[in-house]
């Protein structure tokens, strides 16, 4: 059995497909149906590698090291499995395959068009990920706005399939906007009727609408757009705004969701237990005591620039008992301003990855300011980076040391390129990108925050701690917690006499899940919980 529910959205961007498209994926795999989520962007990039956070937010690393879409990070911490990279696409990707197969002459001197060959290898990708995991159920969310000519092929694509399949073989998911105005206190429904109207030009009759709205629909609006949409009533499924996007699929199935789209495909709609969601998202908002960490980087207006870290904090505090509050910080402002003012009642500090120069000095004084003051510090890649260039000067007395990504001339380059990165000149997907293996140490926060000796996390980076400065920075006190298998990569380090100070090379954020926290994450909500202070922090 091979069912396919594909995602659209129609008015604007921005309305959540990929929650939608995730919460179908929760509901059916709670089922026991074994599901398959897919994202379809129809930018002309090959990956998400090289755009900046300023374009799309943030990059999501796969397993397997693929850069993707933020939406593949929220599918994997909806549905608690790991996705690959077959299960994200591009018109770049796309583009690239088939003139590839050109240039060798796979397609025998015929003219290579948009119909049928780009269109064929669209429906070759959608269908790459069910056949090589054997899942029953493909939830393929179309990014764009329908109408933007970028998403032509894939909708002409899902389409054919339609067409192709028996007819109880696809359903179609139109996720829309229902506007509000205040000045007639009038819910509108005519940008939900020309947008399905455009999706209809195209060929694709949507089975269910997901109708986006501030207030409750009554029976009247959903009656109207079930007679201009030509879809049943039943089929009109209210999305109201929610506390979070964890509430969406228990929302999502009480309004109907579920019931339309088993009955569209003729799956046996079987028993489904959401009670333990149910309590985490209650949990979310019941918590007695309350931490304040402080997130420190250069993209801190740009919150989707560090999602995942901002949901491992939501799932860490859950499984803690403890409300997190985030204080997003410029790390250019600390480099103006100084830390004491803007770090002085934060409870702990965390210190996320990036690229490039730009606010590096504001994260190093940040560094300097909680390990001084004894406040718990998590550097994540760029973050555990900039705590070992901090020691460097600071503790063992190389006034010039950093990186050589900042600074070529450095005398102390406590922090350099990777050995096999030297010569790379291409930029895409040419990084430590993806799941490598690790070693713990004994009696370190991490090896008693993993319960284990040995891990796997993901990677996406060029720069790694200069080993030729492993001995001195052991013997000033700083800890190498983790290394690569063959122990030649740092990959955690750690001070045994701080109460928390821990910086890793590797993403954690990208293995949280909402029903299985990650543990370090955990671990440093527990530390921050138990290290605040009664009064406010001197100023030093």
Same mark, same amino acid.
């Given at each position: 059995?091979?069912?396919? /529910?594909?995602?659209?959205? =129609? ?15 929760? +509901? ?44 593949? =990070? ?5 549905? *608690? ?27 025998? =001197? ?70 509000? +105005? ?19 030009? /195209? ?30 009533? #039943? ?82 505090? /859950? ?9 997003? /910080? ?14 002085? *009642?934060?409870?702990?500090? +965390? ?42 000067? #600071? ?6 040391? *950093? ?29 430590? +990108? ?31 701690? *200069? ?74």
């Amino acid at each position: 059995m091979q069912k396919f /529910i594909f995602v659209t959205g =129609g008015v604007l961007s921005g309305l959540g497909k990929g929650v939608v498209a995730a919460s179908i994926g929760l +509901l059916f795999k709670l089922q026991g149906y074994r599901v398959s989520l897919q994202k379809i962007d129809p930018y002309v990039n090959v990956d998400a590698g090289t755009m900046s956070p300023y374009e799309h937010g943030e990059v999501f690393v796969t397993h397997d090291g693929k850069e993707t879409d933020l939406d593949i =990070g929220r599918y994997e911490r909806f549905v *608690n499995e790991r996705l690959s990279a077959a299960h994200y696409m591009t018109t770049g990707q796309v583009y690239w395959n088939v003139i590839r197969q050109e240039r060798i002459g796979a397609f025998l =001197g015929k003219t290579v068009q948009v119909i049928p060959h780009i269109t064929d290898e669209i429906k070759r990708l959608i269908r790459k990920p069910l056949l090589e995991s054997g899942a029953e159920i493909g939830v393929v969310e179309i990014g764009g706005t329908v109408g933007d000519i970028e998403s032509l092929p894939f909708l002409e694509a899902v389409r054919q399939m339609k067409d192709e399949l028996p007819g109880d073989d696809t359903f179609f998911v139109h996720l829309t906007l229902l506007p509000h +105005l205040s000045t007639s206190d009038e819910i509108k429904t005519k940008p939900t009727q020309h947008s399905v109207k455009e999706l209809r030009g /195209i060929g694709i009759q949507p089975d269910a609408i997901v109708a986006r709205t501030e207030l409750p629909l009554p029976d009247s609006v959903k009656q109207k757009i079930a007679l201009f949409c030509d879809v049943p009533q #039943d089929n009109v499924i209210e999305d109201p705004d929610l506390p979070s996007s964890y509430h969406a699929p228990i929302c999502l199935h009480e309004n109907g969701l579920t019931r339309c789209i088993a009955a569209g495909l003729r799956l046996e709609e079987r028993e489904l237990d959401l009670s333990e969601w149910a309590r985490r998202v209650d949990a979310m908002t019941t918590a007695a005591d309350r931490v304040r960490i402080g997130i420190v980087g250069k993209y801190v207006e740009l919150k989707d620039s560090y999602i995942s870290i901002r949901e491992s904090f939501t799932h860490a505090a /859950i499984a803690e008992g403890v409300d997190v509050a985030l204080e997003w /910080i410029s790390s250019e402002a600390i480099a103006e301003q100084g830390a004491d003012s803007l770090l002085r *009642n934060v409870d702990g500090l +965390l210190v996320p990855g990036g690229f490039g120069d730009r606010g590096i000095e504001g994260k190093i004084q940040a560094v300097g300011y909680v390990r001084k003051h004894q406040v718990p510090c998590f550097g994540l890649c760029l973050g555990m980076q900039c705590m070992a260039i901090e020691f460097a000067r #600071d503790v063992l007395g190389l006034r010039s040391a *950093n990186s050589s990504e900042f600074d070529l001339d450095t005398p102390d380059p406590v922090i350099a390129l990777l050995e096999e990165q030297e010569r790379v000149v291409q930029k895409g997907g040419t990084m430590r +990108l993806g799941a490598y293996e690790a070693t713990l140490r004994s009696g370190t926060i991490s090896r008693e925050s993993y319960g284990q000796d040995h891990i796997v996390e993901r990677h996406r980076h060029r720069f790694e701690f *200069n080993p030729t400065y492993r001995e001195r920075f052991e013997r000033a006190g700083m800890q190498i917690a983790g290394t690569s298998l063959d122990g030649k990569l740092v990959e955690i380090i750690e001070l045994p006499s701080h109460p928390w100070f821990v910086g890793v090379q590797f993403h954690p954020e990208f293995t949280s899940r909402f029903l299985s926290p990650h543990p370090l994450f955990r671990s440093f909500v527990r530390a921050c919980q138990s290290s605040k202070p009664s009064s406010p922090r001197s100023s030093s």
